[in-house]
């Protein structure tokens, strides 16, 4: 493994990017419309039930999800996706993006739902309809809430372990292309801390490199959290 490290660090970072990208593009979507759906169209009831529901997914071990990745999305996927390797970031960054769901459509609903109804009301009387008063007025009062969801889906996504080392393979590869086995800083972390690891070595060494880049990472994505919130939040008397 380290007898030609050419590429440093970076193989690693690029690996974790790629899987973070595919999971927002499969968890943005659907859960801005689960969160959409819970706060405008759903019922009290319903909005009761589906909500737990959605958030209980939210427990599930990654492991399990890691393992569905390999045995059950890649053997779908290679139907349809020419050159698709058995470990390959693709399935792992799908079934990334579900885990993270939860996260993403529960905190935008809270979101949406903390919009007040005035301002709803105010869009229906100046002739908006349901929709464009959710895409021009409900979204944009939740703005806010919405991107610190997102971010803190991004964190959960770059810092996920099991998914990625089940499903996307130990393989070190500097490559854009899901198809192929990749190694996340996750992953690799996982795969040098394994067996023992002798103090001064240079995977010892490796190791705290990669998980002071990965706090660094997550510390960045929660400062601009922060910073976005206080700058673009709505407050209502």
Same mark, same amino acid.
């Given at each position: 493994?380290?007898?030609?490290?050419?590429?440093?660090?970076?193989?690693?970072?690029?690996?974790?990017?790629?899987?973070?990208?595919? +999971?927002? $593009?499969?968890?943005?979507?659907?859960? &801005?419309?689960?969160?959409?759906? *819970? !706060? %405008?169209? /759903?019922?009290?009831? #319903?909005?009761?039930?589906?909500?737990?529901?959605?958030?209980?997914?939210?427990?599930?071990?990654?492991?399990?999800?890691?393992?569905?990745?390999?045995?059950?999305?890649?053997?779908?996927?290679?139907?349809?996706?020419?050159?698709?390797?058995?470990?390959?970031?693709?399935? +792992?960054? $799908?079934?990334?993006?579900?885990?993270? &769901?939860?996260?993403?459509?529960? *905190? !935008? %609903?809270? /979101?949406?739902?903390? #919009?007040?109804?005035?301002?709803?009301?105010?869009?229906?009387?100046?002739?908006?309809?349901?929709?464009?008063?959710?895409?021009?007025?409900?979204?944009?009062?939740?703005?806010?809430?919405?991107?610190?969801?997102?971010?803190?889906?991004?964190?959960?996504?770059?810092?996920?372990?099991?998914?990625?080392?089940?499903?996307?393979?130990?393989?070190?590869?500097?490559? *854009?292309?899901?198809?192929?086995?990749?190694?996340?800083?996750?992953?690799?972390?996982?795969?040098?801390?394994?067996?023992?690891?002798?103090?001064?070595?240079?995977?010892?060494?490796?190791?705290?490199?990669?998980?002071?880049?990965?706090?660094?990472?997550?510390?960045?994505?929660?400062?601009?959290?922060?910073?976005?919130?206080?700058?673009?939040?709505?407050?209502?008397?």
């Amino acid at each position: 493994m380290f007898t030609n490290p050419q590429y440093g660090i970076f193989v690693l970072i690029s690996a974790t990017l790629l899987t973070s990208v595919v +999971a927002l $593009l499969v968890a943005v979507p659907l859960g &801005l419309m689960a969160a959409i759906f *819970l !706060s %405008e169209y /759903a019922s009290r009831q #319903v909005r009761g039930w589906l909500k737990p529901i959605l958030e209980i997914l939210a427990g599930v071990p990654t492991v399990v999800f890691g393992y569905f990745a390999l045995l059950a999305v890649t053997p779908i996927l290679r139907l349809f996706v020419p050159g698709l390797q058995t470990f390959n970031g693709l399935s +792992a960054g $799908l079934i990334l993006g579900f885990a993270i &769901l939860p996260t993403i459509a529960s *905190l !935008s %609903e809270d /979101a949406i739902y903390a #919009v007040p109804q005035s301002l709803r009301q105010g869009a229906y009387a100046l002739g908006a309809t349901k929709r464009e008063t959710i895409t021009n007025v409900v979204l944009r009062a939740g703005l806010s809430g919405i991107v610190a969801s997102i971010i803190l889906g991004v964190a959960r996504a770059v810092g996920e372990t099991m998914i990625v080392t089940l499903a996307a393979g130990q393989n070190p590869t500097l490559t *854009l292309d899901p198809r192929v086995p990749i190694a996340t800083m996750t992953a690799f972390m996982v795969q040098v801390s394994g067996g023992d690891v002798a103090v001064g070595t240079i995977k010892y060494k490796s190791l705290f490199a990669v998980g002071m880049t990965l706090f660094l990472i997550t510390l960045v994505l929660n400062i601009f959290s922060f910073w976005f919130v206080r700058r673009f939040q709505e407050k209502y008397e």
